[in-house]
Each structure stands twice: as structure tokens, then as C-alpha cells.
């Protein structure tokens, strides 16, 4: 089978890394890739590919995604005057802008991988050719995105096949919209190497000397991951309860600058160290104490199970839907209130102070990681290929 990855972009994330990985499973079960960067200047991630992956970069403008502008009906009262108008304009443009790119070649399956309108777009657009077409669900589960845009179910219809991190909602969503019972909705983990990644010991030991037994936060900074929650609620362990451990926070982003304003205006300039983006995360995992994760809403949760892969127990918020699509009811590791920095605090100190409870988190989030493990994936992927319509 010949297989084209469309992602929105190849910069550093986790739906690359991700698409990292599916390249290789589907090239381990026999079947040709080929790679779509919509936006070329972002392609940090395109050296990691397997070299067998022929990579394309074809610009896709946003101003041209028809469905992108859907939400403006729901935001303005003439919206749902303007955006019949606009839908027709930007269709006929993205025809032409189509014919620009000369012969469209044929694939047996088309992924829409990054799950944005962009990569939608294209797959469902036919930009490329291909028998079979999949989009991926990484945000969270199929409610998720039909609550964030109903365009994303005109899109869905298409396609006709599915891939999902939860099946959280999909039930309500299906008895609500009669037009996408016939999807073939497949649910499926992103994989997880359960070897340790290549690690620096001698950084790994300068972190901690540097920085003792650390708490550790990996994921960008940006509004759905609030980080302001974990700041609150380090300063009510340090002011309230005397803790001594650091903080350490991995991750660039949008609200950066503002996180560390924050800390400074909290005086814990000391306690709380900004690392920004790092390639070398695995470090700060095996040099860590406890990992935390805070964000109002959580596709699956790709840092929880990375920290488990390090024996790192894990304290998150109650991100629906994907903190208890991995840990569970406080079954692989401790959930507190969304934005609620004081229950945090309390169930990071709980963590810290239990030798019993720290042990059985251990174990526990290596009894979880099974079900991520690279084969058990790759042979559910081998499956979900077989079904697709």
C-alpha cells in the first residue's frame, strides 16, 4: 500500500513526533510512505523521519480553508449571511490554487494527520489522489472537535474513516448528527517506545546536583496548557508548607514571557527555572522527582506516559478527556480539580510525602505503559488498515 502522512506542519511537537513514530510502523508492515509539510518553513521534525520517506512541501495559504471560517456564524449575527458567500469564494480559489500544482499524485491511502483544517483540507480537497482517506484526531475525542467547529463534521463525511484517542462522547455525538453514523471511527494510542531514549549521564547529573529532587512540567506554553496553575500552586508549597524542591518547567511558547513575569513578581525567581524548548527531554525526565502536567483540556496526554516510561508518578489536572484516559480514577496517578492551584498543591504534597504512595505510582505507570507499548500499536494499526472503508 502506498501511504501519504499530510501534516500541517514539521516543526517540534507531539503530533510529529507521533507522525515520527506511524511512519515507521507503517513502513514495518510492508507499506510505502510519503510525507506532505503544508508549511515548509516549520520542519524542525522532517530530519527524523526514516530516510525512505520522500518529503513534499506544498504551501497551503489559511485564508483559502473554507470551513475555517464556519465559527464566524456562531460569533456574529450577519455571520451566517457572510459565510455561505465566503465558502463559495474560497471554494472556487481553492480549485484554481489546486490546478497550480500540477499532476496530483495517486495514493492507496490518504492521512490526514495533524487533524487541523489545513491538512483537512488538502486530503479532503484531493490535492493528492488516493482510494482511501483517514483523518487523525489528536486534539481529544470526536466531541471535542465537533464542540470546537461543526465544520469538522462536513470534513469527517468525506473522509469516511477516523482515528481517535478516546472514545469519550463519540455516542452523543453520533445520536446528534444523523449525517455522521456512517464514519468508521477507530480508536488508537499513540505509541510509546518502552526503552528509555538515549540520555546524557553527565547532564543528567549536573541537573541533579544543580537542582536536587526536582518537579518537572514538559509541554508548551500556551493558554490550554496553564502553566499560571502550577506557578500558584509552588507558591503555596513553598509559603505554606516550607518545600524545598525546585521547579523546573521544559517548553517555549506564547505565554513564556508572561509565565516567567509571574514567577518574578512571586519572588521565586530561585525556585521556578525556565529550560524553553530542549530536543533533549529524556534528561529532565531521568533527572526528575515528580513530573506534573496542568491544562484545561487534554487529548491524551503524550507527557504522562512519557514520564511513566522514566518511573516518574505523575500528579495532573482533570483534563477531559485524556488525563483519565491514562491514569484512570487516581489508578496510575494522583488527578486534581482543573485551575484549582490549592488541590494541586495538596496532591503534590500528598506524592511527596508518602514513600508508599511515590512506589506504587512507580509500578503502576509501568503497568499502564503496556498498553502504549510500539507493538501492541503497530498490530492494532495493522487491523485498523484493513477495516478502513
Keep these: 500500500m502506498k501511504i501519504a502522512l499530510v501534516f500541517e506542519s514539521l516543526g517540534i511537537g507531539g503530533i510529529e513526533r507521533t507522525g515520527v513514530d506511524y511512519a515507521h510502523i507503517f513502513q514495518e508492515l510492508g507499506h510505502e510512505v510519503e510525507l ?11 530530519p527524523r523521519f526514516p530516510d ?8 497551503l495559504p489559511e485564508v483559502l480553508l473554507p470551513d475555517r471560517y464556519f465559527n464566524g456564524v456562531k460569533r456574529w449575527w450577519w455571520g451566517k449571511y457572510v459565510y455561505p458567500l465566503l465558502y ?6 481553492l480549485y484554481l490554487f489546486r490546478l497550480t500544482m500540477g499532476r496530483r499524485p495517486h495514493y492507496d491511502l490518504a492521512i490526514a494527520f495533524s487533524g487541523h ?8 480537497r484531493s490535492f493528492i489522489k488516493s482510494k482511501k482517506k483517514l483523518a487523525w484526531l489528536h ?10 467547529s461543526s465544520a469538522y463534521g462536513d470534513i469527517y463525511r468525506k473522509l469516511k474513516n477516523i482515528c481517535t ?4 462522547g463519540d455516542a452523543t455525538v453520533l445520536l446528534r448528527n444523523i449525517a455522521l453514523r456512517g464514519l468508521s471511527i477507530h480508536k488508537i494510542y499513540n505509541p510509546i517506545h518502552l526503552e528509555p531514549d538515549e540520555t546524557d549521564d553527565d547532564f543528567i547529573a549536573e541537573l541533579k546536583n544543580t537542582y536536587g529532587d526536582f ?3 514538559v509541554g508548551r506554553f500556551d493558554p490550554d496548557k496553564d502553566q499560571k496553575t502550577v506557578i500558584y500552586a509552588y507558591q503555596k508549597l513553598v509559603t505554606e508548607h516550607r518545600l524545598q524542591n525546585r521547579l523546573l518547567f521544559v517548553g517555549g511558547g506564547s505565554t513564556l514571557e508572561e509565565c516567567r513575569a509571574l514567577v518574578h513578581s512571586l519572588g521565586l525567581d530561585e525556585q521556578i527555572t525556565f529550560f524553553g524548548t530542549r ?14 502536567h496542568s491544562s484545561p483540556a487534554e487529548g491524551l496526554g503524550l507527557v504522562l506516559i512519557e514520564a511513566m516510561k522514566y518511573r516518574l508518578p505523575v500528579v495532573a489536572t482533570d483534563s477531559p478527556p485524556g488525563v483519565r484516559e491514562v491514569l484512570g480514577h487516581d489508578e496510575y496517578g494522583l488527578i486534581c480539580q482543573v485551575g484549582n492551584p490549592a488541590d494541586l498543591a495538596q496532591k503534590i504534597l500528598r506524592m511527596l510525602n508518602d514513600p508508599a504512595l511515590y512506589q506504587h505510582y512507580q509500578e503502576q505507570g509501568q503497568k499502564r505503559l503496556q498498553d502504549f507499548s510500539y507493538e501492541q500499536i503497530r498490530a492494532q494499526m495493522a487491523e485498523i488498515l484493513l477495516q478502513l472503508k
Aim: aromatic share 12%; charged share 10%; proline share 2%.
Design 36 to 46: 506532505y509539510n503544508l508549511t515548509p518553513n516549520a520542519n524542525e521534525m522532517e
Design 52 to 59: 525512505q520517506c520522500r518529503i513534499y512541501h506544498k504551501y
Design 88 to 93: 463559495l469564494i474560497t471554494s472556487a480559489l
Design 117 to 124: 483544517f489545513r491538512d483537512l483540507t488538502f486530503v479532503s
Design 139 to 148: 486534539g481529544g475525542s470526536l466531541m471535542d472537535n465537533m464542540v470546537a
Design 165 to 168: 484517542l478516546t472514545s469519550y
Design 215 to 217: 518537579l518537572l512540567m
Design 279 to 292: 530536543q533533549d527531554v529524556a534528561n529532565f525526565y531521568s533527572a526528575a522527582t515528580l513530573a506534573i
